[in-house]
């Protein structure tokens, strides 16, 4: 089998999207420059503006990484399907280990990002940047109407009482996780945050149709394997 031989790579991509995901976290992206994306990478600046443009195209990229590796954990949490008390549970408790930097994807030698990229990334935007401020606030409003979906299904399917206001609920829980990023990038541990979430259910216990003691043990779609 003849190899061609092609032009080498500088660097993987998709790790340097990672390493600049992990760079524009940390640092938003107003802090961040292009000094130290590069020094992230390892790559020449030259280098970088070939692989990404400028530096709105690699936060736009880096971005669309984080919502599709980092972010979508917790949503898939709460699309699990486990009845509306454990999903919602399970997705406030990975956002939490998430937002406090323990998801493992920082890459060598960089910070974990605390907090959350998409509410972090846009404080302090300048409005010649609003881009990227109207870009995040679309990511965020998508995360609420998620979030007020899975509780109308829930309502849908009997397990939240008809009379609930399911709108206001997701409101509530938008804004608990809002708070818990900004909490989470203010240094506030780990376990403190985890303390929270049993507070946090508390509204949602209060619309249940049917009382959490009273509740039938939850049968998970996906059976588990034999040993």
């Known amino acids: 089998m003849i190899r061609t031989r092609g032009r080498p790579r500088s660097f993987d991509r998709e790790q340097a999207l990672q390493?600049?995901?992990?760079?524009?976290?940390?640092?938003?992206?107003?802090?961040?420059?292009?000094?130290?994306?590069?020094?992230?990478?390892?790559?020449?600046?030259?280098?970088?503006?070939?692989?990404?443009?400028d530096k709105n195209a690699l936060f736009r990229e880096a971005v669309d990484f984080y919502s599709r590796t980092v972010s979508a954990g917790p949503l898939r949490e709460l699309q699990a399907g486990n009845?509306?008390?454990?999903?919602?549970?399970?997705?406030?408790?990975?956002?939490?280990?998430?937002?406090?930097?323990?998801?493992?994807?920082?890459?060598?030698?960089?910070?974990?990002?605390?907090?959350?990229?998409?509410?972090?990334?846009?404080i302090n935007c300048a409005p010649?940047?609003?881009?990227?401020?109207?870009?995040?606030?679309?990511?965020?409003?998508?995360?609420?109407?998620?979030?007020?979906?899975?509780?109308?299904?829930?309502?849908?399917?009997?397990?939240?009482?008809?009379?609930?206001?399911?709108?206001?609920?997701?409101?509530?829980?938008?804004?608990?996780?809002?708070g818990m990023a900004l909490g989470a990038r203010d240094g506030v541990s780990n376990a403190r945050l985890a303390a929270t979430l049993q507070h946090a259910m508390l509204p949602l216990e209060s619309v249940l149709a049917v009382r959490r003691s009273e509740a039938p043990p939850v049968r998970r779609k996906a059976a588990k394997k034999a040993a």
């Open 83 to 122: 009845g509306i008390y454990e999903d919602l549970y399970a997705m406030l408790r990975a956002s939490v280990q998430m937002y406090s930097g323990k998801g493992g994807v920082a890459g060598p030698g960089l910070p974990a990002g605390r907090g959350c990229m998409v509410v972090i990334s846009a």
């Open 19 to 53: 390493q600049a995901m992990q760079v524009f976290w940390s640092k938003g992206y107003e802090g961040t420059t292009m000094a130290d994306l590069t020094e992230a990478i390892g790559v020449k600046a030259p280098s970088l503006y070939a692989a990404f443009g």
């Open 128 to 178: 010649e940047n609003a881009e990227h401020s109207d870009d995040l606030s679309q990511r965020r409003h998508k995360r609420r109407n998620e979030i007020r979906a899975r509780l109308q299904q829930a309502q849908r399917d009997g397990e939240i009482r008809a009379d609930a206001d399911v709108t206001a609920l997701g409101d509530f829980y938008t804004s608990f996780l809002n």
